[in-house]
């Protein structure tokens, strides 16, 4: 719904101008500068309320919704004093810092030299920290410690106690330095 009204937006504002500028028809003209802009509000206010709609009512996120905040998220250079952080496959330490359900996720290769594998148990061994062993879920729902999307895993930082500390571009990830915020 949000993107018909969306495009019918720009069709109303291109023809309404370019017809009301051919013709000299005045109306055409102020009609494709009043409604054009206001179908677009209107579906900016439909893409805004449906993101709301998910936080009052606590609806779990579909598989859509998902892509679409993974794939909206802002990549960070990621770096931390506390471990090396494992390149992405283009060889830098770029990540998107996810953010859902008000928790940060990230991708658990950021960590790949720490962690290892058996079958859907995930266990991490960072510096200076203890063990933690985590279980993979298929798929994102809120509160899950690891999951699988996309052939990507994301970790819950908060479960493996670190902070990702955002300065503009940069996120230093950190360990939490007081006990009451790991769980």
């Not at 909206?72 to 471990?83: A, N, P, R, V, W």
């Not at 060889?91 to 962690?115: C, H, I, M, S």
């Not at 798929?139 to 899950?144: K, M």
């Not at 996309?150 to 007081?178: A, C, M, Q, S, W």
Request: charged fraction near 25%; avoid cysteine.
């Amino acid at each position: 719904m949000q993107l018909f009204i969306f495009i019918m937006g720009i069709i109303v504002l291109v023809f309404g101008i370019f017809f009301g500028f051919a013709s000299g028809n005045l109306t055409l003209l102020l009609a494709g500068f009043v409604a054009g802009p206001l179908l677009l509000g209107i579906a900016k206010i439909i893409q805004i309320l449906e993101g709301l709609d998910h936080k009052l009512l606590r609806i779990p996120y579909s598989l859509d919704q998902v892509w679409k905040v993974i794939k909206s998220s802002t990549i960070y250079e990621m770096e931390s004093k506390d471990f090396e952080v494992h390149p992405n496959v283009k060889g830098n330490t770029q990540f998107p810092l996810v953010l859902l359900d008000d928790e940060y996720y990230l991708k658990a290769r950021v960590f790949k030299k720490y962690f290892k594998e058996e079958e859907n148990e995930y266990l991490f061994e960072l510096p200076k920290q203890e063990p933690i062993t985590l279980q993979k879920s298929y798929s994102y729902y809120p509160g899950v410690e690891l999951f699988d999307f996309r052939d990507h895993l994301y970790v819950l930082l908060k479960k493996i106690n670190v902070y990702p500390n955002i300065e503009g571009n940069k996120v230093t990830l950190e360990y939490f330095k007081d006990e009451r915020y790991v769980s």
